[in-house]
């Protein structure tokens, strides 16, 4: 049984289209992440949300938004799609105060704009 | 702010020989540490974590970490590699006391040869 899990897995588009990821986590976890991995491997918080707070790195830009339709779901959405926002994307989930709150994570979902 | 250094983009090691990943954090007050490993096209896997207590931290596949805090390191280590150790290894960190957003480091990648 997949703990966290994303859709699509590959996702190619071109330049300018709005386009979603889902994410859907069943280990109960309160909190949900989204990351940014670039060619480089370098990975990236891009927000974190539970049903109190949402944080968000004030890097990325405000074309993202994450949308929660529930506690088991982040969906990230993405407007007007740039060249440089190719990169795999994971969402990730932890329980608050459960000992470090280790972060579990999807299977990522590569997205190419063209 | 945290940060985290991974000094060494890539370590090779033969099969069979004992394998250190390096990492050193900055982080205010006491971190909680992470070992994540990612696999090619997959996503990150939980290794190990410190949160506190003993300084020597085992984990999954053998893998096992030393938290020194006057060197504010948090290397990784197994004492006899596999060829299916290879992979992609992150080092993370969070304050303990603030926020549950993770800093990783830029990877490293190792290479286990028969």
Known sequence: DTAVSQTPKYLVTQMGNDKSIKCEQNLGHDTMYWYKQDSKKFLKIMFSY????????????NRFSPKSPDKAHLNLHINSLELG?????????????????????????????? | AQS???????????EGNPLTVKCTYSVSGNP???WYVQY?????????????????VKGSYG????FNKSQTSFHLKKPSALVSDS????CAVRP?????????GGGTRLMVKP
């Open chain 2, 63 to 66: 893998f096992e970490a030393e």
């Open chain 2, 96 to 104: 303990n006391n603030a926020g549950n957003m993770l800093t990783f």
């Open chain 1, 50 to 61: 539970n049903n109190k707070e949402l944080i968000i790195n004030e890097t990325v830009p």
């Open chain 2, 32 to 34: 909680y540490l992470f």
């Open chain 2, 4 to 14: 985290v250094a991974q000094p060494e983009d890539q370590v090779n090691v033969a």
């Open chain 2, 87 to 90: 992979a992609l290894y992150f």
């Open chain 2, 40 to 56: 090619p096209n997959r996503g990150l896997q939980f290794l190990l974590k410190y949160i506190t207590g003993d300084n020597l």
């Open chain 1, 85 to 114: 926002d190719s990169a795999v994307y994971f969402c990730a989930s932890s329980q608050e105060g459960l000992a470090g709150d280790t972060q579990y994570f999807g299977p990522g979902t590569r997205l190419t704009v063209l």
